[in-house]
C-alpha cells in the first residue's frame, strides 16, 4: 500500500528547462514533507521541506509547491542544470509514526 | 567529516550467511532509522532508536532482522540466515527530536550470491 504516491516515474528535459515532479497523499496525519535528491552510490540527500500550513517555498533554484486541500505537493527545479541529473524523491512525515514515508522516486536527466 | 557514516559500504555474502553492518550518526542526534532500499524504489523503513531505546519495528523487519544501539551512539544491524531477497542497500538516517530532518548516510549495499 503506498502512501506517497509520485510521478513520473522518469523525465528528461533540456538544460534550462523546468522539471516539474509531482506526489499526493492520502494520510492527512502527515505533517512534514521534505523532498530529497539522490546520485548512483549515493543516500539520499535532503533539498528542500515544508509544512502544510505553507503554500510554497524556495531555496535557491529548487521550490515546493503544496496544496493541502488536494492533498498534493510538487517539486519544481528551476534553471536545471546536467548536475541536477539524479533521482528525487518525496517524503512525508506524521508525528505520530516518527518515521518518513518516501514516495516511489523521479529519475530525472538534464541533457546539456 | 561529520555526517553519517556507515560500514562497509559494500558486503557480498553467500546465502545464509550471518551478516552485521555498523552506523555512525551526526553525534548530537538522539534519533537513529534503519532504513531499505531495493533498486528503482525509495527507502521503506525499518526501525527507530531515539537513544538507545528502539522504538518502533516495520513488519518488513523479519525475526531474522535485529538492530541495537547499545550506548545511543552507533547502531549496528544484523540479519542471520541471509536469504536473495535481502539483497539491497540498507540506509541508516539520524536527526534530532521530532520532525527534525533525517540525514542520511551513502549505505551497505548487500549482495547475496
Known amino acids: 500500500q503506498q502512501q506517497v504516491k509520485q510521478s513520473p516515474q522518469s523525465l528528461i528535459v533540456q538544460k534550462g528547462g523546468i522539471p516539474i515532479i509531482n506526489c499526493a497523499y492520502e494520510n492527512t496525519a502527515f505533517d512534514y514533507f521534505p523532498w530529497y535528491q539522490q546520485f548512483p552510490g549515493k543516500g539520499p540527500a535532503l533539498l528542500i521541506a515544508i509544512r502544510p500550513d505553507v503554500s510554497e517555498k524556495k531555496e535557491g533554484r529548487f521550490t515546493i509547491s503544496f496544496n493541502k486541500s488536494a492533498k498534493q505537493f510538487s517539486l519544481h527545479i528551476m534553471d536545471s542544470q546536467p548536475g541536477d541529473s539524479a533521482t528525487y524523491f518525496c517524503a512525508a512525515w506524521e508525528a505520530a509514526g516518527n518515521k518518513l514515508t518516501f514516495g516511489g522516486g523521479t529519475r530525472v536527466l538534464v541533457k546539456p | 567529516d561529520t555526517g553519517v557514516s556507515q560500514n562497509p559500504r559494500h558486503k557480498i555474502t553467500k546465502r545464509g550467511q550471518n551478516v552485521t553492518f555498523r552506523c555512525d550518526p551526526i553525534s548530537e542526534h538522539n534519533r537513529l532509522y534503519w532504513y531499505r532500499q531495493t533498486l528503482g524504489q525509495g527507502p521503506e523503513f525499518l526501525t527507530y532508536f531515539q537513544n538507545e531505546a528502539q522504538l518502533e519495528k516495520s513488519r518488513l523487519l523479519s525475526d531474522r532482522f535485529s538492530a541495537e544501539r547499545p550506548k545511543g551512539s552507533f547502531s549496528t544491524l544484523e540479519i542471520q540466515r541471509t536469504e536473495q531477497g535481502d539483497s539491497a542497500m540498507y540506509l541508516c538516517?539520524?536527526?534530532?527530536?521530532?520532525?527534525?530532518?533525517?540525514?542520511f548516510g551513502d549505505g551497505t549495499r548487500l549482495s547475496i550470491l
Open positions: 538516517a539520524s536527526s534530532g527530536t521530532g520532525d527534525q530532518p533525517q540525514h
